[in-house]
């Protein structure tokens, strides 16, 4: 696409003074982006959906199954403009506190201290654990009576685990809090776990000693670089007061020094030779770095192994599977640095969901900041398309899987696909689910087909059909059995607890019997023994209950609770104060209810029925002890690193369906984390019904995984082919027939649909392309016999394919639209956002008429006539809510949509989740999920507009409602929520204690912010600054390229050739 033309589109769509930023108010997340397994939904319309999909076959779906974010963000019209950033640049230096003076540039920072590498030692607590529970067990016994909850029959109902705590507790002394506190932070120091390698698999490169020497050589280089930074700085910004960056000498030397070792690391690559750089070719600094940021000393025998493969060394594809917390992130970064500071090359790390991302955005900003390399996110709603093409750094992109998409689509139509080195995909198991699992195999495909020189790692837990993968991947594979932490597996039937094994004749072994004492009170609550089965691990400890929906998670809180004695209320009562307190603060003095009865025990439910805000700061608790029990649905498995000594499956099921081996095995795996625990088991309750099919489960291999580009026929395969049309990557018959052969579909083919020919699908696809008007055939003869097909793209197409439109739905998009144009009524918000509200999420809306009635009554008459021109009457409403007869005949997805509209729409006026979800009686999660999913989509009709003429009037109205909806606060805080990590709550936070700007959190102190703002802990608050000040590093870079791009003689300016030679 042309940059210029963009620009200009731009700097005409959004005013420059409100601006969010630079490429962030693109398209919201996706539910599917937001959570992993229920995507937003409730678990039994999971299930239902998955049917649905399932049965669609090759065959257009209905249009109720969209996820709108695929290609969102894509041909971004961001408002980032020469003129407007400079603008703002200017504003945002006159604004600048008092004491930015003596704030520090981002550089100048020392985080890496030299007395890391000799501070780490091993210490081991296995001796320590295993005295704690012979005490826990010897004690057992002797217990008798605890203090109970109120309520005359409770009083016996506290199982005997929960006793032996109490009389622990008595025992030690009071300050268990500060106890178990001292505990964590030991535990999470020490890294010699049950099962761990010995030392000496592990690597000890010698330090470099020649740093004075070095620091010498390079200095002047340094200087030299830094001068023309500061020139173009300041040519930038010219009068506007800039300050130029402090740099501490220390820090400068520092750099030098790791800018020396990176080019000794760059030669060696270059001469690929074996003999590696202080680590792994990288400079020892990063080694300082993992030991000092994650904690990290030695790597583990296989990680060393997986890192100095011929393979790896000579950049093949490579595909690796490890058990849950077997460490496979580390080798992943690892391969991610020595690509960005050897290699010199971009890398695009693709990872399931948008929390996941902030998280390792959150992680691994430090490094970049230390290291020198730019860590971007593209999730959710940020990201920005084409990426900023830098001068010197190379770029880090850490994406969801729709967003890695958009950014691969974009690197291909700007010709800069081959800038992108390596590609890591995280969970690479996820390719063969849903919608999703196509949208990364299109990715993967499309890369493999475009360029030679990127290599592609994938790695993952739980993979079985690896070959296939292998093949489209054209990858190596590695694997280990290896898990630092042992995890042990228990079924429980009954009452007794069964130990899973291998070698035993039906794969288990009896473990013990539970020992409790239950009333009958409790027996009847609890049949499943929960409470007992908890209580042997917490407060102390912390403990995962997951269950099969998300009503139940709240109804299994809430059970427990109610047999827990009230001394788990004393367990660290300040700070579930604090917690409470922030929650309602985030929720503008809501709370609710279940949360409120459960915190003060230390228990919460999980799951994506709450706000961002919310499950951001429970997880926070969480982690630190302050909680420690959730009862989870599926979304919390995957790749989380929660502290987990205990992991119950509540049941065999998610939702209605028996549970998947990889589901299992995902879940189970959150126990024993590395680093964070040393001891992990899992119990699967069951019931004797489920036991053979149980028993299978445990034994059985993992699942295959399968494509699902053609399952998903408008999401998959669809859209695929139009891409590679616009996109000009396949534009004929024969080229998109070779492209396909190299998907994974084109590997399973044979397997996966017998009756018909690659060939025959891919023609069939194009056919119906065409005939839906996305796609022209042009017939070209090439002599008598021979023909080739060529298509091209038309309008409607490119439209649909920049606004990453469900193509079930485009062409109602764009009927919906044109009629709009007939009578748009612009009075209110009202009808642009029905026009954006997402058309996927209007089956599965149930209006309940009585709201919709008082709702509708409310209006104005300009409103209502919204309603009017959509054909949905007043009378209509009020006879569904009598409960009357309707004679005529009325859409329903019409009605359906203007009901959701109006949530929306009182949302946008009144900004608080809380009042509307009690206004329209649905869960705050849902229609936080409503918003997002909305903006999202309104960023994709956006861009549809942008490419059909006819709309053109919808372009400058749907940029303002795009950038409501995707944040819908108070504009102010707009600035603060753009760094990862800060959510409505803590920006409220920030704001209010003085961080008014971007420039105020990257220069602030972590020490500070720790003390002046409420429940925010050390590592969050080092995490913030370190995310600001990369955000500020990358706006400020930003310009500077745009500066330079502006000043450069254009190549084809006239005589500019003749010149140069001249000059020469
Ligand atoms: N060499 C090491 N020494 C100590 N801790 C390590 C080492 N490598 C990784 N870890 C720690 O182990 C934990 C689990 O690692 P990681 O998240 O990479 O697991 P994983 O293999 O990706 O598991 P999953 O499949 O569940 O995502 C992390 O907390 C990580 O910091
Ligand atoms: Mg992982």
């Known amino acids: 696409m042309d940059e210029c033309g963009s620009r200009i589109r731009r700097r005409v769509s959004l005013p420059k003074r409100n601006r969010p930023s630079l490429g962030c108010i693109f398209g919201a997340p996706t539910a599917a982006e937001l959570e992993p397994g229920d995507e937003g939904k409730e678990e039994e319309e999971m299930v239902a959906e998955n049917r649905r999909r399932k049965t669609a076959g090759v065959l257009p779906v209905e249009p109720n199954d969209s996820e709108v974010d695929m290609f969102g963000d894509y041909d971004s019209f961001t408002e980032n403009s020469f003129i407007a950033q400079v603008d703002d640049l200017e504003q945002k230096y006159m604004q600048l506190p008092e004491h930015r003076k003596h704030a520090t540039d981002f550089a100048t920072e020392n985080l890496c201290s030299e007395s890391i590498k000799n501070k780490l030692s091993i210490t081991t607590i296995g001796n320590l654990t295993e005295l704690q529970t012979d005490k826990h067990t010897e004690n057992q016994s002797g217990y008798e009576g605890v203090t109970i909850e109120p309520g005359a029959d409770l009083l016996y109902d506290v199982p005997s685990s929960q006793a032996i705590y109490f009389e622990n507790l008595q025992n030690s002394s009071n300050d268990l809090g500060d106890h178990s506190m001292k505990e964590r932070d030991w535990k999470s120091s020490s890294h010699n776990t049950v099962n761990e390698e010995p030392p000496h698999n592990c690597i000890e490169q010698p330090q470099q000693n020649d740093e004075s020497s070095s620091k010498v050589r390079t200095s002047s280089d340094m200087n030299r670089r830094k001068s023309i930074k500061d020139h173009l700085k300041n040519a930038m910004t010219g009068n506007a007061k800039a300050q130029t960056p402090i740099f501490s000498r220390s820090k400068q030397l520092k750099d030098t020094l790791v800018s020396e070792e990176i080019n000794v690391a760059k030669k060696t690559i270059e001469s690929s030779s074996n003999d590696l750089g202080p680590f792994y070719s990288l400079p020892s600094k990063v080694r300082d770095l993992y030991a000092q940021f994650k904690g990290i000393e030695k790597l583990y025998e296989w990680q060393h192994s997986c890192l100095t493969l011929n393979s790896v060394q000579e950049r093949k594809n490579l595909i690796y599977s490890l058990p849950t917390s077997g460490g496979k992130t580390l080798v992943a970064e690892i391969l991610m640095l020595q690509e960005l500071l050897c290699c010199r090359k971009d890398v695009l790390m693709i990872l399931p969901y948008v929390a996941i991302v902030q998280e390792k955005i959150s992680g691994l900003s430090s490094f970049g900041i230390e290291l020198g390399f730019f860590v971007e996110e593209y999730a959710g709603s940020k990201g920005r398309f084409p990426p900023t093409k830098r001068r010197e750094k190379k770029s880090l992109y850490i994406a969801t899987i729709e967003k890695g998409h958009s950014l691969v689509n974009s690197l291909i139509e700007t010709g800069r696909i081959d800038s992108l080195g390596l590609v890591v995909v995280d969970e690479l198991h996820m390719i063969g689910e849903g919608s999703r699992g196509a949208t990364l195999e299109m990715t993967l495909a499309k890369i493999l087909y475009t360029s030679k020189t990127t290599q592609i790692i994938g790695m993952s837990a739980t993979l079985n059909n690896v070959e296939d993968l292998q093949k489209f991947l054209q990858a190596e594979y590695y694997t280990s059995q290896f898990r630092p932490v042992e995890l042990k597996e228990y079924l429980k039937i009954n009452d007794t607890i069964y130990e899973v094994d291998s070698k035993a004749e039906n794969g288990m072994t009896f473990s013990r019997l539970l020992n409790y004492k239950y009333s009958d009170t409790l027996k009847k609550m609890d049949p499943d023994h929960l409470v007992a089965l908890v209580t042997e691990v917490i407060p102390n400890y912390s403990c995962l209950v997951f269950c099969p929906s998300k009503k139940n998670c709240e109804n299994v809180a809430e059970m427990i609770c109610k047999f827990l004695s009230k001394e788990y209320l004393k367990h660290k009562e300040k700070e579930k104060c604090e917690v409470i307190k922030n929650l309602k603060n985030i929720g503008n003095g ?475």
Request: glycine residues 6%; proline residues 3%; neutral net charge.
């Open 590 to 1064: 809501n709370l609710c209810p279940v949360l409120k009865r459960t915190i003060p025990f230390g228990v919460a439910y999980h799951h994506s029925g709450l706000t961002s805000d919310e499950r951001k700061l429970l997880e926070e608790a969480y982690s630190t002890g302050v909680l420690c029990l959730f009862t989870c649905t599926s979304t919390l498995a995957a790749g989380v690193n929660l502290p987990a000594r205990r992991v119950i499956l509540r049941a065999p099921y998610v939702a209605k369906e028996f549970l998947k081996r990889n589901q299992y095995k995902q879940m189970i795996g959150r126990a024993g984390r590395a680093g964070i625990d040393t001891i992990g088991e899992s119990i699967l309750i069951l019931q004797e019904k489920d036991k053979q099919q149980v028993l299978e489960l445990i034994t059985k291999p993992l699942e295959n995984c399968y494509s699902h580009l053609v399952q998903e026929f408008t999401k998959g395969i669809q859209t695929l082919f139009l891409s590679l049309i616009g996109l000009k990557i396949a534009t004929n018959l024969d080229d998109i027939y070779h492209f396909m052969n190299g998907t994974f579909f084109g590997v399973q083919q044979k397997v996966l649909l017998k009756e018909k020919s690659l060939w025959e699908i891919t023609v069939e696809s194009l056919r119906y392309l065409t005939e839906k008007g996305l796609l022209q055939k042009d017939t070209i003869y090439k002599s008598e016999e021979e023909v080739q097909y060529n298509f091209h793209i038309t309008k409607l197409g490119r439209a649909s394919f920049k606004g990453t439109i469900d193509l079930a739905y485009c062409d109602i998009l764009y009927r919906d639209l044109k009629k709009g144009l007939e009578g748009l009524v612009l009075e209110s918000l009202l009808h642009l956002i029905y026009l954006t509200t997402p058309y996927d999420l209007v089956s599965q809306c149930n209006p309940d008429w009585m709201i919709y009635f008082r709702q509708f009554s409310q209006l104005s008459p300009a409103e209502q006539n919204v309603a009017a021109i959509l054909g949905v009457s007043e009378s209509f409403i009020g006879k569904k809510a009598s409960g009357q007869a309707i004679g005529k005949k009325v859409d329903k997805d019409v009605v359906n949509r203007l009901y959701l509209s109006f949530v929306l729409y009182t949302l946008l006026k009144e900004t608080n989740i809380w009042t509307v979800s009690e206004k329209f009686n649905m869960p705050r999660g849902y229609i936080q999920n409503l918003l997002t999913g909305t903006a999202s989509f309104s960023s994709c009709v956006l861009h549809f507009c942008e490419e059909l003429e006819e709309f053109w009037v919808y372009r400058a109205l749907l940029v303002e409602l795009t950038k409501k909806l995707t944040y819908c606060v108070k504009a102010e805080l707009i600035p603060l929520m753009e760094v990862t990590g800060v959510l409505e709550g803590r920006a409220k936070q920030l704001y209010s204690a003085g961080y008014k700007s971007l420039m105020h959190l990257a220069n602030a102190n972590p020490e500070v912010l720790v003390r002046t703002i409420d429940h925010l802990s050390r590592r969050q608050a080092k995490q913030i600054v370190s995310s600001a000040k990369m955000l500020l590093h990358e706006k400020a870079e930003a310009l500077q390229e745009e500066v330079e791009e502006l000043l450069r003689l254009p190549s084809d300016f006239p005589g500019a050739v003749a010149s140069s030679t001249d000059k020469a």
